[in-house]
């Protein structure tokens, strides 16, 4: 990772907001290609994903996903590790919690089983995040292609299981049966709605608040224990690591285990919030999304935050472009959001050197005399 | 219009050099600065064709910066730069190269598995196919090497040459893309004395041809041995300019620093007292099978410094290694406060440290500080788990930085900005800042690699006297330096390592310097004292 | 830490600001009231996946063409969106909404449940119970039976091949049928049965169907016939490329492979599509489960001028008779899904 040389506030501000700007003019140009309105499509989108009846919280609840596979990435960059298995690891996320609740609801008390079952999913997508951890650090293969491969080993376990053992009888998709009675997490709009406020239904549930509280042990983690020091160390230069006595090796299976389990605790929002049940492919991709939020939110948990709002609007939102123009197809609106993760994420550093330019000329220029 | 005539001039120059200009560059009122850094200020420059030209300063002194805008590396912010009396615009250092102009980095740039034939046409291979290009490359390289008696094998793998010959590959990759002005950044900092030497052959053999040099160094005695002009720079000013003829190292060195400095002190000896430390036949394998210590046995006192000199990779780093718990001896044995560590008992850093051993590393950008850490951040490592610094499993940012401070403080680690990025300190501040991090800990037994690499006099100065107070104080202190000086300086014994083998060990009022180089070179004492 | 602060400030009363935001703007969301207004919900495949839901999407084209009427349609990309693309056709103010495949069927019964006065129906579902709620569920063993009986006229070998999609009861049943009407005229016939996979990507595994498909030929099979969505497209391109027979599955592919699919079993979703929107558009919809057979049009075999010269006077008379055996009830074509046995 290179040092940027521009100020901290260009870094996580006006880069962010540049790349967006620049992914949405693009956007704009095709959907005027296609004869609409670009403008009256970018109010669809806001309005979709913030006004309109529970886009909010379809907003949120994405975002949700992001802020759990964003910081399993960012974690893992910490100490320099490629973490892109977050799409296996939240799979194996949603086994643990499948086993949890199928094996002991009805057994133990709700809530017992509620937090076995969130235990489950960071402890099953810790495990599949240790292996290639502990391959990368003992054995030296590389972290990205052995977590490619657990995507794909993750995939096949899944579609074996839930095809087979777990497959729930009299119907026909590859799923588990329901989860006994009130094995869930409650939804934010019976929460809210029972207090008093009126609010449209949708599927954020009390995941979210999870989410946030990953997001501040994450930075108490990261920058106020000694073991996240060991870990930016070991991240930034193996050896000093080394020479600290901090054996690099256990650090990368260590903040591997992290990883995976924030990866996993994903299939919290998508299994224990919503389906009730083990599905097939519920984790669509969240997985890779998270290595685009965490690019964008600086690996930061704060910026974390803030890039998954944004992708969970532009899933809510670029649904709704879907229902309200016969023109914008679905492959449309992925393409959109592929623009907005190919500006903000493979891209991201492309106007440095311009900024650069700009920021620190004007800074030589104001002070000659320092030095 | 203008760009034609100077394209036209720039191609006459490129054949003929401008014989109507003496200067072979001039510089005029460059400046040049990073965000708050003024590291070049209006500095004017003219350097005689011909001639080696010496600049010295202290680290961070503006040496590199300067070199790189004439190299086209950087672009200056004002100012003007003319090669052969013409004023040029560099965009990028293949400008500078059209223009004659050469680079030899601090650090190579070769790529360690070509050939050095390979590596010195790399970036000139030609058009047509590799190999008519190689054949003419050879005919051209073979009646350099004869002219400037550069010889070097075309054919050998760079890897496996000695660091004097990997640089000779570097001149010639230079000269072979027609350089008559030639940059030599820190060139002897790798070498050892007979290879300066050798060195110092060559740059005379170019200088007769008509090539010009401009030698960057810190080392006084190099510039007075070779150069014939030199200029003084500090905090990015030049402040001296002279004869090499006219001046002495002291004047030369009291410009550097801004005050008059002691160079070259002879300490006095120590009084050792118990063993602190003692190996006995440790040897290490590396990765690749090959036996980079062989059985190497010492004692180390208290209240003495044993200096460990030879040509650096043979054994030095991994003697380091093996005594601060890094790597693990495959056989031997060594001792420190009572425990024993072996092939099967493991020493590790954390445990090391506890038993009372500090370590300095040898490379302070990779080991010794991290340089992507704030200050504060780099000043506890391997000591983030002192109690002091934090409650249980939490540090505590703020309590690092006031700790940081007062290290700072008490060690003149400038600027005293505990926030700033490690790296964005000069090498004698970032060694400073080590210095302070490991002597802090109070240790019983000191390692030290490398201590003045890469510093400037006035750090020099500071890092010396703290190590013999710390000797008086009844530390052990083991000193691993390629600076003979240095080791002349500090030591009261010297222990003499080749192929990572313990040549001998001479006491310090025996050893010379020539003794000490032959025994470098893997000659034994005996052999040794009788070429005296 | 104090940039840290700020943005976690800021942060907040930004999320604050557009929940407070979000409250307020509900009220002005409101339906609007149109008497008539249908919807769809295509799924995963999309809308043009030459198969199933495309299929749907003609009977959709139909609808709008002779009625003039627009149908709101929404093509999900992942599984959360079902149930929400399903609540917001209803908010929207759809009275009719139509769910396409038997994956959403766990949505629209919630949905369908939470807005008893919209009218819901959905293909492919036979085992929900609404009132306001119709399945559509097809006799595809009624169809299968008789492209058995044109693939028994037609091979060589003695020897036929089926190739199913994902390894569910639904398409057991149509192999089920298949054999039926394979052995009710070659009663010693070897039929191969092979299952593309067990997850829903067996539908669109093209390359893997023409696997199974050579494997087959190269064991005798001179006619297979597939019920395996996109993974046909693979069955159909092996047989032709063999020189043997295909027998294509949902939609008229007699076309895919002129001269070499025999024939095809149709299984007109088009016709649910539009009638569901048109009964309800003359207040005709009703709910409970409409089997679509031989009788009421839901399923056939296709002859066009691609399979004329195939389908020779022996196997269109074969089929004939079948056809009217079915319609008289003097033949019953047993369903897989009954008892999930085959009794062939």
């Not at chain 1, 521009?6 to 996580?12: E, R, S, W």
């Not at chain 2, 080590?434 to 006035?458: C, H, N, W, Y």
């Not at chain 3, 016939?225 to 027979?245: E, F, M, R, S, W």
């Amino acid at each position: 990772m290179q040092a940027s040389r521009l100020p901290a506030y260009v870094d996580i501000l006006v880069i962010p907001l540049l790349n967006l700007l620049t992914a949405l003019f693009v956007a704009g140009i095709i959907i005027a290609i296609i004869g609409e309105n670009p403008f009256t499509a970018l109010s669809i989108m806001l309005k979709g994903a913030f006004i309109y009846k529970g886009g909010l919280g379809y907003t949120l609840f994405y975002t949700t996903n992001f802020i759990f596979t964003g910081l399993a990435v960012a974690v893992a960059f910490h100490a320099m590790l490629f973490n892109i298995g977050g799409e296996g690891q939240a799979a194996m996320g949603g086994l643990g919690i499948g086993l949890v609740a199928l094996g002991l609801g009805g057994i133990l008390p709700v809530p017992i089983v509620i937090l076995l079952a969130i235990i489950g999913s960071a402890i099953f997508g810790a495990i599949w995040g240790v292996i290639p951890g502990y391959l990368q650090a003992k054995r030296g293969s590389h972290i990205v292609i052995t977590t490619i491969m657990f995507n794909f080993i993750a995939s096949s376990i899944m579609i074996w299981l839930l095809a087979g053992l777990l497959m729930a009888p009299n119907q026909m998709s590859p799923e588990t049966v329901s989860f006994a009675d009130g094995v869930m997490l409650f939804k934010i709009h019976q929460i809210l709605n029972s207090m008093g406020f009126s609010v449209a239904r949708s599927p954020l549930n009390l995941s979210f608040v999870l989410a946030l509280l990953c997001c501040f042990a994450v930075w108490v983690l990261i920058w106020r224990t000694r073991f996240g020091y060991r870990i930016r160390a070991t991240g930034f230069s193996t050896k000093a690591s080394a020479y600290g006595g901090y054996r690099p090796e256990w650090i990368i299976i260590l903040v591997m285990a992290i990883s995976g389990g924030l990866a996993g605790m994903m299939a919290v929002n998508e299994i224990l919030g919503v389906q009730h049940r083990v599905i097939l492919n519920f984790t669509s991709g969240y997985g890779f999304t998270g290595i685009a939020v965490a690019l964008m939110g600086r690996n930061h948990p704060v910026g974390i935050i803030f890039a998954s709002l944004l992708f969970g609007a532009l899933y809510q939102g670029g649904a709704e472009l879907d229902f309200e123009f016969q023109t914008i197809t679905r492959d449309m609106v992925i393409m959109i959001q592929g623009l907005i993760i190919l500006f903000s994420g493979a891209l991201a550093y492309m106007f440095n050197p311009f900024l650069e330019r700009i920021f620190l000329a004007n800074k030589g220029q104001k002070e000659p005399e320092n030095g | 219009m203008l760009d034609k005539i100077n394209k036209v001039k720039r191609e006459h120059i490129i054949k003929n050099g401008d014989e109507s200009s003496p200067f072979a560059i001039s510089l005029i009122d460059i400046c040049k600065s990073f965000g708050p850094v003024q590291a070049n200020d209006a500095i004017s420059l003219d350097v005689t064709r011909g001639t080696i030209h010496g600049i010295i300063g202290e680290n961070g002194a503006g040496k590199s910066t300067l070199m790189s805008i004439i190299y086209g590396f950087y672009k200056p912010d004002s100012g003007m730069i003319k090669v052969a009396g013409t004023p040029v615009s560099f965009k990028q250092p293949s400008d500078a190269i059209s223009l004659g102009i050469g680079m030899v980095h601090q650090h190579f740039m070769l790529v360690p598995n070509f050939t050095a034939l390979e590596n010195i046409i790399l970036g000139s291979e030609g058009k047509k196919g590799l190999k008519s290009g190689l054949y003419a490359a050879r005919k051209k390289l073979k009646e350099l090497s004869q002219t400037y008696g550069l010889e070097v094998d075309l054919d050998s793998i760079t890897e496996d040459l000695p660091v004097g010959i990997q640089q000779r590959i570097e001149i010639l990759k230079a000269l072979y893309r027609g350089a008559k002005v030639l940059i030599l950044d820190e060139p002897t900092g790798v070498l050892t004395p007979q290879e300066t030497e050798r060195l110092f052959e060559i740059l005379n053999a170019l200088k007769s041809e008509g090539v010009t040099i401009l030698l960057i160094t810190h080392k006084l005695h190099e510039v007075m041995a070779i150069t014939d002009v030199v200029s003084v720079m500090r905090q990015g000013k030049l402040v001296a300019h002279t004869k090499t003829k006219e001046t002495n190292s002291e004047w030369l060195a009291e410009q550097m620093v801004g005050r008059s400095v002691l160079v070259n002190i002879q300490y006095p000896k120590g009084n050792p007292k118990h063993i602190a430390l003692s190996a006995e036949k440790v040897s290490v394998t590396d990765k690749r099978g090959f036996d980079s210590l062989k059985n190497v046995s010492f004692d180390l006192h208290a209240g003495e410094i044993l200096g460990i000199a030879g040509i650096s990779g043979n054994g030095q780093s991994e003697l380091l290694s093996v005594l601060s718990g890094i790597i693990q001896p495959a056989a031997g044995q060594f001792k420190i406060a009572e425990e024993l560590f072996d092939a099967t008992h493991h020493a590790d850093p954390q445990k090391v440290r506890q038993l009372g051993v500090a370590h300095v590393p040898e490379d302070r950008h990779a080991e010794g500080l991290i340089l992507q850490f704030q200050a504060f951040e780099s000043a506890i490592l391997g000591y983030e788990k002192s109690p002091n610094l934090g409650v249980k499993l939490l540090t505590d940012p703020n309590i690092n930085r006031t700790y940081c401070a007062q290290l700072m403080d008490s060690f003149d680690v400038r600027p005293q900005n505990p926030t700033l990025l490690s790296s964005q300190f000069s090498g004698g501040n970032q060694q400073k800042l080590i210095l302070a991090r490991e002597i802090s800990s109070m240790p019983k037994v000191l390692l030290v690699g490398q201590p003045t690499r890469g510093v400037d006099i006035g750090a020099i100065e500071f890092i010396h006297n703290t190590l013999i107070s710390m000797r008086d104080s009844g530390c052990a202190i083991i000193v691993v330096s390629v600076e003979l000086e240095e080791i002349l300086s500090l030591s009261d014994r010297i222990m003499v390592m080749n192929a990572g083998e313990v040549v001998g060990t001479v006491n310090k009022q025996d050893a010379t310097k020539p003794m000490l180089g032959k025994m470098m070179a893997g000659m034994t004492l005996n052999v040794a004292e009788k070429g005296v | 830490m104090s940039r840290n602060n700020l943005l976690l400030i800021v942060g907040v009363i930004v999320v604050a600001a557009v929940i407070i935001f979000n409250l307020d703007m509900q009220v002005e969301d409101k339906k609007e009231t149109v008497s008539f207004k249908p919807a769809v919900v295509f799924d995963m495949g999309g809308k043009f996946d030459k198969s199933f839901n495309e299929g749907v999407w003609n009977g959709v084209k139909k609808f709008t063409e002779e009625t003039g009427i627009e149908v709101m349609e929404f093509e999900v990309t992942n599984e959360t969106q079902r149930e929400q693309a399903m609540r917001r056709m209803v908010d929207k103010g759809a009275t009719v909404v139509l769910g396409v495949g038997f994956a959403q069927a766990d949505a629209i019964s919630k949905v369908a449940a939470e807005n008893p006065n919209v009218q819901f129906s959905i293909i492919d579902v036979g085992w929900l119970d609404a009132p306001n709620l119709r399945q559509y569920v097809f006799k595809e063993h009624e169809g299968s039976y008789l492209v058995g009986i044109a693939a028994a006229k037609a091979t060589k070998t003695g020897k036929v091949g089926f190739v199913g999609g994902q390894d569910i009861g639904l398409i057991s049943k149509f192999a089920c049928g298949y054999v039926g009407g394979v052995k009710s005229v070659l009663p010693n016939a070897d039929i191969y049965e092979n299952m593309t996979g067990s997850t829903p990507s067996a539908w669109n595994d093209p390359a893997r169907g023409a696997e199974l498909t050579r494997s087959q030929i190269d064991r005798g099979a001179d006619v297979v016939y597939h019920a395996a969505g996109g993974t046909g497209v693979g069955v159909i391109q092996a047989a032709a490329d063999a020189g043997k027979l295909a027998i294509g599955v949902d939609s008229n592919q007699n076309g895919l492979a002129p001269g070499s699919v025999l024939t095809s079993m149709l299984k007109r979703v088009d016709v649910a599509a539009y009638e569901t929107f048109m009964d309800a558009k003359n207040g005709k919809f009703t709910s409970g489960v409409k089997a679509l057979g031989i009788a009421e049009g839901g399923v056939d075999w296709a002859l066009d001028e691609n399979n004329e010269s195939l389908i020779t006077a022996d196997i269109k008379s074969a089929l004939e008779a079948a056809r009217e055996a079915i319609l008289s009830g003097s033949v019953t074509v047993h369903d897989y899904l009954t008892d999930q046995t085959c009794p062939y």
